[in-house]
């Protein structure tokens, strides 16, 4: 992008229509000869909103694959994240070794121009964050197990859940608790599709080590973080820059390491309202309140953890069959599950 295109309100200044010459000015090393001539029709000017609709869509790729395929060098994607390129913005990371690997001929050469100048103006708004895949979203809303009838409707990206269809979801047979889960997850779908955080809303909970290494890119480091004490992403927040340089990571991994740890700390922070981590098991809380009798019964309504429980209505409390006693104790327990909750919404 020009130099002008990253500061504040650039793109509000902008002269409606956008002519050729203004377009080149902000657009820099940007601009593309083939993209100008498909939004403008050949008349060498199109209306500003226009304009800056083509750039955000850009912007916003949904993937690295789509990232390139705006810039007309997908066959790249391969190489590239054998690499350990994840994001656009990490190809400012690759050093010249590994860009002759890419084996670029004339016009990739400027293509590969382009989308690096394009990677340079996102570093530079800020806007560098890391896929956040399907299966990391439904694990931290306690619906992984829909994993495998979504695939086999074909979603594969959180970006299709939006059309799937009530009829569609009834395919998934999800249990009561679960689809009261789902009708909120969806709900706030469209506000987080661009978001990584996995952890922004209290009713949502930390995906496992796994799950987020997979995320990252970052999997064969399952087997040393466990060899390091390493049990669940909590964990990780008390590894000292030691242990950390014994896992050899090289810049690109370091990177996404870094970002994937600002989740970690805030979902430490959430794990633990009174400064220490609560037991992470649900078991152990049902055992803490003598309730483990009720265990295969949270298991038929779609149960895992404990803030599953606030999505029960009293009136629904039957469900669980409890004895007389342990009526008593459950209600105990939701109130003290509900006031910790609503702590954590007031901070």
């Not at 050949?42 to 955000?56: A, H, N, P, W």
């Not at 890391?130 to 809303?141: A, D, G, H």
């Not at 395919?171 to 978001?195: D, G, H, P, Y």
């Amino acid at each position: 992008m020009g130099a002008g295109a990253s500061s504040p309100g650039s793109f509000e200044r902008l002269p409606d229509p956008v002519d050729e010459s203004t377009a080149m000015a902000l657009l820099g090393n940007c601009f593309d000869r083939a993209d100008w001539e498909t939004i403008t029709h050949g008349t060498g000017k199109v209306s500003k909103e226009t304009f800056i609709t083509t750039i955000t869509v850009r912007n916003l790729a949904p993937s690295l694959r789509a990232w390139l395929e705006f810039w007309r060098i997908d066959e790249l994607l391969d190489t590239l994240e054998s690499l350990d390129v994840m994001t656009p913005t990490d190809i400012l990371l690759l050093e010249e070794k590994d860009v002759l690997k890419l084996d670029l001929k004339t016009i990739q050469k400027k293509h590969w121009q382009k989308a690096r100048a394009h990677s340079k103006y996102l570093q530079n708004i800020n806007f560098d964050k890391p896929p956040s895949p399907l299966n990391l979203w439904l694990e931290s809303w306690r619906l992984d197990r829909l994993g495998a009838g979504l695939f086999d409707l074909g979603c594969d990206v959180k970006e299709d859940l939006i059309d799937l269809t009530e009829a569609d979801a009834a395919l998934l047979n999800m249990k009561l608790l679960e689809e009261r889960r789902w009708k909120q997850a969806t709900s706030q779908l469209l506000k987080v599709i661009r978001n990584y955080d996995f952890n922004d809303n209290t009713r949502c909970s930390t995906p496992c080590l796994k799950t987020w290494l997979e995320s990252l890119k970052l999997e064969e480091l399952d087997e040393p973080l466990k060899m390091l004490g390493v049990v669940e992403l909590s964990d990780l927040s008390d590894m000292d820059d030691r242990e950390l340089a014994s896992l050899g990571l090289n810049k690109l991994q370091r990177k996404h390491w870094d970002m994937g740890m600002l989740q970690v700390l805030k979902a430490k922070n959430e794990a633990g309202l009174d400064g220490k981590n609560d037991d992470p098991t649900f078991r152990g809380w049902l055992e803490s309140w003598r309730l483990f009798r009720l265990w295969p019964i949270m298991q038929e309504i779609g149960a895992y953890v404990q803030q599953d429980l606030l999505d029960l209505e009293p009136s629904e409390y039957s469900l669980l069959k409890m004895r007389p006693l342990e009526a008593k104790r459950f209600e105990q327990a939701m109130i003290t599950l509900e006031e910790e909750f609503q702590a954590w919404g007031e901070n």
